[in-house]
């Protein structure tokens, strides 16, 4: 049994998407279950749309969602030696050959069978066969190398999503391999690269399949094991078409930006096209003992941002603290907060992180905990009436010599409340719009308690700047 060996192999012409990472974490996924190897391979040589940056987008994802890669980056621009000799090897042997068709033979070609109404397809006019005598090559065109794909037939192949899958030879013409300048194409650096890294599954996004019939015959030319292949269908939106830019983010790290962690972007997309009986949330750890590919829908996956900010909300709620507040740090930061020592940011995210379902969100929220909250007019307008002044009078009489802690403010506010006769949000609702600028928050005692008394009576002054107590 051979070992599994399974590739992400992305074309950097764009960041990684949520399509990509899906297969990226299938197939490494793959490799761990099955104790292999997964290798991250960087198909850059399509010169005009690849950039660096777009490598180093996926590289930044790939990091960010720890998909690690056993081997490589290999760049498959740093491998043309590789391919060259190989594309030699095939004219050697027979596979390949020259074809001097100037491109204008070939529009011409293609112009004449769509008018016949077949499918354009090359009609193999320099492809040598025994008995045919093939003009003699003309000096001005530099020949590109086109593969003898077999001309009877069927390949065959059991797609591990799809199921079997048989295209006829005939419908298959002799694939370009090298341009006329001498570099490789697509198809066929990624059949050499398959080969030479013995990749024993190919899973990928089923936009391939059709090139799957040609790379298995390439790979039979060249004496190669063909691998396993797995088709993964593609992602839908959330209304059902393609997912696209139209649907919000659909680059993995625009998820980091937008305040999801990568433990619930993880666990969502390992369920966008796969199941495990009911279960939805789980572990990394688990889902690579768990992952198989029979479980694999072949139909289409639809987006579903709902479920995806659910389990958001499920990790920020019970990831452990240190993991949560390294997330929530850089955020706070970003809004001008460098120092989360007083009060405690563990002790504020145990507070604040039962209601939120979004890192930036939860920044956002517990902000005014080390900065000076900006009143929200609305809410000031809603909540403080010309009685209340004089009812946060009487609470600060009651709390401002006492101890500061959730439990005696939370008796201080029911005292007050009991002793104004007034309904507990009169008090209550003033007090979060001087301490906090909003009327929602957590228990407003347990937010004053690790607010601190000097923060809190200061605030509450400058709100209420008669207030005498
Ligand atoms: N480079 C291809 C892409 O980004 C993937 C090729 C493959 O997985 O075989 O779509």
Not at 169 to 198: H, K, Q, S
Not at 225 to 244: C, E, F, N
Not at 383 to 399: L, M, S, Y
Not at 416 to 443: E, N
Request: net charge negative; aromatic share 8%.
């Amino acid at each position: 049994m051979s070992v599994v060996k399974t590739r992400f192999a992305p074309s950097p012409t764009g960041y990684l998407h949520i399509g990509g990472a899906r297969t990226a974490l299938f197939s490494w996924a793959y490799a761990k279950r099955h104790g292999g190897q997964f290798i991250l391979r960087i198909e850059d040589t399509d010169v005009a749309r690849s950039t660096p940056e777009a490598v180093q987008a996926i590289l930044d994802g790939m990091a960010w969602l720890q998909l690690d890669h056993d081997e490589g980056p290999f760049y498959q621009m740093q491998r043309m030696d590789v391919y060259k000799r190989m594309i030699q090897r095939m004219l050697d042997e027979g596979h390949a050959y020259y074809c001097y068709c100037s491109k204008e033979e070939l529009d011409a070609l293609r112009e004449q069978q769509m008018q016949q109404g077949i499918k354009p397809r090359y009609d193999g006019r320099w492809r040598p066969e025994p008995g045919k005598v093939l003009p003699p090559p003309p000096d001005n065109v530099p020949p590109v190398v086109r593969f003898k794909n077999p001309t009877e037939g069927v390949v065959v192949w059991q797609d591990l999503v799809k199921g079997r899958i048989e295209i006829a030879n005939a419908e298959l013409d002799d694939l370009i391999i090298a341009r006329a300048d001498g570099t490789p194409t697509y198809n066929f650096c990624v059949v050499v690269d398959d080969w030479e890294m013995g990749i024993t599954q190919v899973i990928r996004g089923d936009d391939h399949v059709n090139n799957t019939p040609r790379q298995i015959n390439m790979l039979k030319a060249l004496g190669a094991t063909v691998p396993q292949y797995a088709h993964l269908s593609m992602i839908l939106g959330d209304d059902g078409q393609k997912l696209s830019k139209r649907h919000g983010a659909v680059s993995v790290m625009q998820y980091h930006e937008d305040g999801y962690l990568r433990e619930a972007v993880l666990n969502y997309l390992a369920r966008l096209g796969w199941s495990h009986g009911d279960d939805e949330v789980f572990s990394m750890a688990q889902f690579c003992q768990w992952f198989d590919l029979d479980h694999i829908t072949p139909s289409a996956a639809q987006f579903n941002t709902e479920k995806l900010n659910w389990l958001n909300a499920h990790y920020i709620k019970t990831l452990p603290l240190e993991r949560l507040a390294d997330e929530v740090k850089p955020r706070l930061l970003a809004l001008g907060i460098t120092d989360t020592q007083a009060p405690d940011l563990h002790a504020v995210l145990t507070l604040y992180r039962e209601r939120a379902n979004n890192l930036n969100q939860l920044a956002k929220e517990i902000a005014f905990f080390y900065q000076t909250p900006v009143i929200n007019e609305a809410d000031a307008a809603k909540h403080i009436q010309p009685e209340t002044a004089a009812i946060i009078e009487a609470f600060v009489q009651q709390v401002q010599d006492s101890a500061w802690t959730a439990d005696i403010l939370h008796d201080a506010l029911n005292q007050v409340v009991a002793a104004q006769q007034i309904k507990f949000p009169k008090l209550a609702m003033p007090l979060r719009v001087a301490v906090i600028g909003i009327a929602q928050s957590p228990s407003i005692d347990q937010v004053m308690a690790l607010l601190g008394k000097t923060v809190c009576l200061q605030r509450l002054r400058v709100l209420f700047p008669n207030l005498t107590a």
